[in-house]
């Protein structure tokens, strides 16, 4: 059984269990490292791959999920990750023989990528790229990416895999049970992304038991066509007799069997929890049933790390935002030159705020950086809008750099029908999976009837299908020329929008505004002209969308042409029963310096808020009032939004970094004692355990609120953090884990900090600790996230105080 595509034409394969318990069970020491088990004692790693072989697994993994060389170097691995990785494939194969699959296993590095985290993309390809390599000459059949965390992270793994191999490869992201993983991406926007990068199946493992993924997997469903895979954890963990356990029975892991396979997964397997005997009933309730399954057509979306955007294919047209182009614009041109962001972050959420879907980015000016200045904007907007990208240059090392920052699937603007751009362009959008704009152009201009326009889009899609690109990612832009100069080509331009639809099948977008150059009162002339093309079947329009009489044209015409179904959208703009929300208030305006502040904190504004600071400290505010009235109220703002999941982690990350730009100017003129420490705060990661991101993320935020951390890192003794929190003199202790596993460090901790008599708080957290567990081990708080942790450590370390 070979051919692994093939297989999951034909029946729904099993994959196996849970690896890291059943190694803890047979030697491998709490901390210790899995993967050097593939070293040290092979022969226990490849006699569970024989029990999951035993029980009926199709797909034997390979325990090499830490494999990387960041992960191995914790354990000065790092000199022997191909030999680690192509023993961990060697070692499943004996197990698999020839009848069984090898699957090659890679999980996350537990860095995150910039500007979240330190870590670049091109770094984690290579990253990635060696475990790929050693599994392709060892001889693996499949690999699959598995439990990341992060989308940006996991494109770099799916890239790596493409580029260092030809395996089929499965991609999955962890979610929470509110549907979304940490860095605040849904399954929709997951799956849209990772089919556009090529991925053979997607879907989701760990966090949440059998129910919890099948509701994942039916949004992915909604989005792509894609085969799914499911590896649930057996049931979502509980505390029974002081230990972390996985409660579902073997037979409760195929409660959805029957749904998963109406719904399309091709592989079920079990994650957290599960052993050979869940895996045993997984097989046999396949058994005797239909596995037959017809893939949906596949239809066209652009993605955001946080959000879905559907393009063509019957959908209403997309509202693509024009505004973040330098073309006429002399402040935002300069701030290109000088490396600024603040013009890119207001127009991307006047924008939006304003009705646009879909956010054009151009930085092409003179003097500028652009492949630098191209990157620096992606972040920027991403860091600040939910929009996905049109991502606008023709410079393809500026494409590139821009693709590579960008959270999911953008649309590249543009390609023409010129061999050189065809040639420059296609291969990053296939390689980067991002969708592309097709000008009607060649080497001989704009050709001035419909037909000729119809003819280079044809070659175009052709051109993007040899490359490796599906004809839902190719949109056809049939350009519109001003009528000033060329009044007849307004019904050329319409005419070959409907021959791109009909004769090719193709999404199409207008640069609509161009009609009307040169002409004056612009606006209407350009509004009836969009409100033609909407009627020709436009699927994209590029507009400022804060010019009123545009989006008047737009939001009637959807009513008409019933694509707004029961006017809804319509009502709510013009009917008082919901008003569109204001755009945010810009630079300079009348807000007062406190409000600014807020403002500059809520939006992350990093660039600027030094200089906010600098200006109200010049007029007159004191440092203890820009902070508690200015800034603070900021950043309880973002953790009201963060709680009601209207922003997610990043958000909260880049206010975070703006909090410390502002702070770094308030300390030069606070006094001896102003602005004191709201408490002293140990912090760690438990012995045995070397995940660190939650505990990082919370060390920064209480910094930001006013607590002195001391950070003590990850893999810390007990008896360490007692010596540390003694010298420290420390109000609080807060200890981390992310593995069940470790969690019984947690109560060894506090128990020795309790035997010490040493009178602080204790708080715990992470990603499988509950509050049941904190209260059974005698924990004073536990927290669910950052923000939490940081308001229930004011609120304790305050009624000490009181």
């Excluded at 603040?342 to 924008?351: F, G, K, L, S, V």
């Excluded at 602005?675 to 505990?695: Q, Y």
Aim: proline letters at 4%; one cysteine or more; glycine letters at 10%.
């Amino acid at each position: 059984m070979a051919d692994f595509i093939k297989a999951i034409q034909e029946r729904v394969l099993v994959l196996d269990g849970a690896m890291g318990t059943l190694l803890q069970e047979r030697g491998l020491k709490p901390g210790g490292c899995p993967e050097e088990m593939n070293l040290a004692a092979a022969g226990v790693v490849e006699g569970i791959h024989r029990e999951y072989v035993e029980a009926g697994a199709d797909i034997i993994v390979t325990n090499t999920f830490g494999g990387n060389r960041l992960k191995l170097a914790h354990y000065g691995l790092e000199g022997r990750t191909a030999e680690v990785n192509r023993l961990g494939v060697e070692i499943a194969r004996r197990a698999a023989g020839s009848e069984r699959l090898v699957g090659a296993s890679i999980g996350p590095t537990g860095r995150f990528l910039e500007p979240i985290g330190d870590a670049g993309f091109d770094e984690m390809v290579e990253v990635f790229g060696e475990q790929v390599a050693a599994f392709a000459e060892a001889g693996a059949d499949l690999i699959t990416c598995e439990t990341f965390l992060d989308i940006r992270e996991l494109r770099a793994a799916v890239v790596a895999c493409r580029e260092f191999s030809k395996l089929p490869v499965i991609a999955q992201m962890t979610f929470d049970d509110g549907g979304r993983s940490v860095l605040g991406t849904p399954p929709e926007a997951a799956a849209v992304t990772l089919e556009a990068l090529g991925a053979d199946l997607v879907g989701s493992n760990c966090g949440l038991g059998p129910e919890g993924i099948f509701a994942l997997l039916e949004k992915m469903r909604a989005v792509t066509s894609l085969p799914l895979i499911s590896q649930a954890n057996a049931g979502l963990p509980v505390l029974r007799d002081g230990k972390t356990v996985f409660p579902a029975s073997p037979e409760e892991m195929t409660a959805f069997h029957e749904r998963m396979i109406a719904l399309g997964v091709r592989v079920i397997g079990g994650c957290c929890g599960t052993t050979p005997a869940h895996i045993r009933a997984i097989r046999d309730a396949l058994q005797g049933r239909d596995h037959s399954w017809s893939p949906p057509p596949r239809r066209g979306y652009l993605s955001s790390r946080s959000a879905v955007v559907p393009l063509g294919g019957g959908a209403p047209c997309a509202v693509i935002g024009e505004r973040i182009n330098p073309t006429g614009k002399k402040l935002y041109s300069q701030e290109l030159r000088e490396g600024k962001t603040a013009y890119i972050r207001r127009e991307a959420q006047e924008q939006m705020a304003a009705g646009a879907t879909l956010l054009d980015v151009n930085c092409g000016a003179p003097g500028v950086d652009e492949p630098a200045a191209l990157e620096r904007a992606v972040f920027a907007v991403t860091g600040i809008a939910s929009a996905p990208l049109v991502i606008d240059s023709s410079d393809p090392e500026a494409l590139e750099r821009a693709l590579k920052a960008a959270d999911g699937k953008v649309l590249i603007n543009s390609v023409s029908g010129e061999q050189k751009s065809l040639r420059a362009i296609l291969p990053l959008a296939r390689k980067y999976g991002a969708a592309v704009i097709g000008l009607a152009l060649d080497e001989q201009g704009i050709p001035q009837s419909a037909e000729g326009r119809t003819a280079v889009a044809r070659r175009i899609l052709e051109a993007a299908l040899a490359a490796g690109l599906p004809r839902e990612d190719v949109v056809i832009d049939c350009l519109s020329l001003t009528v000033s100069a060329e009044q007849k080509q307004a019904r050329e331009t319409l005419a070959a929008l409907r021959g791109v639809k009909t004769e090719l099948g193709l999404a199409t977008v207008l640069g609509v505004s161009n009609i009307s150059f040169g002409l004056p009162c612009r606006p209407i002339l350009s509004s009836t002209f969009f409100a033609m093309a909407l009627e020709a079947g436009l699927d994209a329009a590029i507009i400022n969308p804060k010019e009123e009489r545009m989006m008047d044209a737009f939001r009637a015409a959807l009513v008409l042409l019933g694509q707004d179904q029961r006017a809804e959208e319509y009502i709510a703009s013009y009917g008082g029963v919901s008003a569109a929300p204001a755009a945010p208030a810009a630079a300079g305006t009348s807000l007062g310096f406190r409000e600014q502040l807020a403002a500059a904190v809520i939006e992350g504004d990093v660039e600027n808020v030094a200089g906010l600071v600098e200006q109200a400290l010049g007029q007159g505010l004191s440092p203890m009032e820009v902070s508690n009235e200015g800034l603070l109220p900021g950043l309880e703002e973002v953790g009201r939004r963060f709680g009601k999941k209207q922003i997610f982690l990043p958000q909260v990350m880049l206010s975070a970094e703006t909090m410390q730009a502002a702070f770094r100017r308030l300390k030069q003129e606070m006094k001896a004692g102003e602005g004191a420490s709201l408490g002293r705060i140990l912090m760690a990661t438990v012995e045995g355990d070397i995940h660190d991101i939650g505990k990082n993320i919370v060390c920064t935020l209480l910094e930001n609120h006013g607590f002195e951390v001391f950070d003590l890192g990850k893999n810390v003794p007990a008896e360490r953090i007692l010596e540390q929190s003694l010298a420290r003199k420390v109000d609080a202790v807060g200890l981390s884990a992310l593995m069940t596993t470790t969690l019984n460090q947690m109560e060894v901790t506090i128990g020795r900090l309790r035997e010490a008599g040493v009178e602080v708080f204790t708080m715990v957290g992470g990603a499988v600790v509950t509050q049941d567990y904190a209260d059974s081990i005698g924990a004073d708080l536990y927290a669910a996230d950052a923000l939490e942790a940081v308001a229930k450590v004011k609120a304790l370390l305050a009624g000490k105080r009181g």
